[in-house]
């Protein structure tokens, strides 16, 4: 199973503004029928990944993810949006565009 690093301060903030933990997010992350694609746009200074699943409340979290680094972290994790909800309903990952 993979372990996510974690920079408390920045869960902190993440918290406060989408509402979404860290753990909340790792549970998405571990969702059977997640999606999940390679945020080209958003790859300048690492690779980063966006994953959509599901948390144990069953809300649809986007969770991004990078590999740079020292191994696998969690940057960001919000509530999905209406077109990532979709995408992940028609098992259809999101990409460029």
Known sequence: MIEYGRDRAKEAENVRQHG????EAIVALRDPFKIEWFDEAHSVEEPTFVTIGRDLQGRFLAVVTSDG???????????ATKRERNAYEHQ????PG
């Open 20 to 23: 979404v933990s860290f753990d």
């Open 69 to 79: 680094g020292h191994g696998p972290r969690i940057i960001s994790a919000r509530r």
């Open 92 to 95: 259809r990952p999101l990409g």
